[in-house]
């Protein structure tokens, strides 16, 4: 058992969430102030001492990407120099997933360009990194530093049981690329229910001319899953897809709703029932415009790890557990 206290911080990305997670922990915020000078210089003052303490510093890489990413680098070397005894960045989104995402020549530079970012934060002194459904971010030789990824798919499990209508009996889970394969067939498995996956054929890079569905939706509810939407055009085509393949309903379950561009215009447009986004993006703005929109609080999940971090206990019960 520790004998330091916690400490959290919040940056500007997602301050709704951290202050979510301080609350179910039974803490308040740490004091600090984000601030630009008028040359847009970032500036950073933590507003209380954290001499010997365990700093939590809360970051999501979302919004004003380069800016978010230059606040955490500065509030690390900020606790780093005031004395605290360790630094873990909680990054529910991480910075530049989506260029992670990318495969071939682009894929060995996203694998680069991560690495470029590890080595930043090392070198501004933090000592732990926790985040939520990473992708090709933690393969070996990238980081150098402990990584707890979390994995939204308890959460999402639950989700499903709790407001999905007759879910194990009138449901099957679908994959929108061979990528998720592996996801969905995890998902479908812990359910006890069938699964069906899209095959995308393409035209030219970064166009599918149509989607192939390989499985059995007719008379069910279709549940998409994925780690992440941007613009949605893949997952509005795949929910047409389905209902063209007799699917009574359409749901999407993604854990992070970027939501850029024509998103919110294309879930509404779309044959889509409903599409549920985890809180590691801010999205309350969005589910004004967009009626469609739900989300998992996955406060829960990242409180309970600080948590165990804290207590030096493992964080391995969250891979299939998702607290109350």
Known sequence: ???????????????????????????????????????????????ESVRDEDVFLVQSGCGEINDNLMELLIMINACKTASARRITAVMPCFPYARQDKKDNSQGRAAARLSTMRVSLWVRVGHDHVVAVQLGLAPHPGVFNIPVDNLYAEPSVLKYIRDHVPNWATDSVIVSPDAGGAKRATSIADRLGIDFAIIHKERKKANEVS???????????????????????????????????????????????????????????????????????????????????????????????????????????????????
Not at 12 to 22: E, G, M, R, V
Not at 28 to 35: A, P, Q, W
């Open 210 to 324: 149509r989607m192939v569905l390989v499985g059995d939706v007719k008379g069910k509810a279709a549940i998409l899953v994925d780690d992440m939407a941007d613009t949605c055009g893949t997952l509005c085509l795949a929910a047409k897809t389905l209902v063209d393949h007799g699917a009574s309903a359409v749901y999407a379950i993604v854990t992070h709703g970027i939501l850029s561009g024509k998103a919110l215009q294309a879930i509404n447009d779309s044959p889509l029932t409903q599409v549920v986004v985890t809180n590691t993006i801010p999205h309350d703005e969005k589910k004004v415009k967009c009626p469609k929109l739900a989300t998992i609080d996955i406060s829960a999940t990242l409180a309970e790890a600080i948590r165990r971090t804290h207590n030096g206990e493992s964080v391995s019960y969250l891979f299939t557990h998702a607290p109350e």
């Open 1 to 47: 058992m520790s004998t330091n206290s916690i400490k959290i911080f919040s940056g500007n990305a997602h301050p709704d969430l951290a202050y979510l997670i301080a609350r179910r922990l039974g803490l308040d915020l740490g004091k600090v102030v984000v601030s630009k000078y008028s040359n847009q210089e970032t500036s950073v003052t933590i507003g």
